[in-house]
């Protein structure tokens, strides 16, 4: 028997009375959930922060899928990984090809009944507490925002005992929002204060790009559309820096035209910053996943009711995010290239296999 459960805030909720205080409901959303929603201090958390609500199921998964969860569980690599999904892997193994506890692993490679599993269960577990909640909030005609869960930790859990917790395997870059710590030595301050001297702001196409990562889990289709212009609008404004009098060109240069100008127009610049003398072209996984967030995103936007998976949508974020990346870097800003995933990195001659995982 498989137990499996989620953790979200659900903001602008909060419950009345002492810390013992819960409401118990359960959904069938086609399978049994039972959700709890409790005050914040039985999780240590203040009590400003809305009401914690936990989705929790048991199920029997058929025989590939139970046999996937028992292998991670015994911190074993599935079988039927395919060589191409080696790579993203051994980042997660130690020298003896065991898997690292703790970690959340990547759903790169799994059996296709394992990710399909994984991917329903995560809708599940997710409309199940978006469901009590909103139920909630209009039965006691509760204001607040217009989406109110908000992730905590590392997000699905799964079990095969009801003690031992391991975190959901996940496409790379999902899991906990939690980044890099900032080291606050004198020369990081330095560093920002220098850029705010020189007029450097966080480019409008980051901001954009930040606003679809937040709708990842709440809006599937309105992040990608959002991801989508957030990239158009990076490449215009990389095209305009570097050749002023090319603006009035890429102004309105249609979508279809992003793989070109990416992988034929970008390495016939002349970039403040370069790899081995000049401005490469983005590897092909890249490029293959910016026209699939492309094409997506017409569907989603001329075709009412295409969903688009969570997971597929993390893949095609990741590529964006790091198409806006090499970008700065290629503008000078030669400090963003550390923030390139390392399997983009990896494609781009970079980083050796070994040096990526």
């Known amino acids: 028997m ?20 819960f409401l118990a409901l359960t959904v069938v959303s086609p399978r049994r959930i039972s959700v709890v929603i409790e005050r914040p201090e039985l999780h240590g958390l203040g009590n400003r922060v809305g009401a914690i609500a936990i989705a929790r199921t048991q199920l029997e998964p058929n025989d590939n899928v139970a046999r996937g969860f028992a292998a991670l569980a015994d911190y074993r690599l599935p079988e039927g990984v395919p060589p191409s999904a080696l790579l993203n892997w051994r980042r997660f193994q130690d020298a003896a090809g065991r898997l690292k506890p703790g970690m959340v692993y990547p759903q790169s490679g799994l059996p296709q009944a394992m990710n399909l599993f994984i991917e329903q269960i995560r809708k599940d577990l997710v409309q199940a507490i978006s469901r009590s909640c909103l139920v909630l909030r209009w039965r006691h005609s509760l204001g607040g925002p217009h989406d109110p869960l908000r992730p905590i930790g590392a997000g ?4 095969l005992d009801g003690s031992t917790w391991h975190a959901l395997p996940a496409n790379t870059g999902t899991g906990s929002d939690a980044g890099p710590q900032i080291d606050p030595a004198a020369s990081v301050a330095a560093e920002i204060q220098a850029m705010l001297d020189t007029g450097q702001d966080e480019p409008i196409a980051h901001q954009v790009f930040r606003e679809a990562w937040d709708n990842r889990f709440s809006n599937r289709r309105a992040a990608l559309v959002i991801a989508v212009a957030a990239l158009e609008v990076g490449i215009k404004a990389f095209i305009s820096k570097l050749m002023p009098s090319a603006q009035w060109l890429i102004a309105d240069f249609p979508s279809p035209l992003i793989r070109r100008l990416l992988a034929e127009y970008l390495p016939s610049l002349k970039t403040p910053a370069t790899i081995e003398g000049k401005a490469l072209a983005l590897p092909k996984s890249v490029l293959d996943l910016i026209d699939k967030a492309v094409a997506t995103r017409n569907r989603v936007a001329h075709a009412s009711g295409e969903d688009v998976g969570h997971d597929s949508l993390e893949e095609m974020l990741i590529a964006i995010k790091d198409v806006l990346w090499m970008l700065d870097f290629y503008g000078g800003a030669t400090w963003a290239i550390s923030h390139v995933s390392p399997l983009t990195r990896t494609g781009l001659g970079l980083l050796d296999d070994d040096s990526a995982a």
């Not at 699905?156 to 079990?159: A, G, V």
């Open 2 to 21: 498989l137990s499996l459960r989620l953790q979200l805030r659900l903001a602008g909720i909060e419950l009345q009375g002492g810390p013992d205080g």
């Open 156 to 159: 699905p859990e799964w079990s």
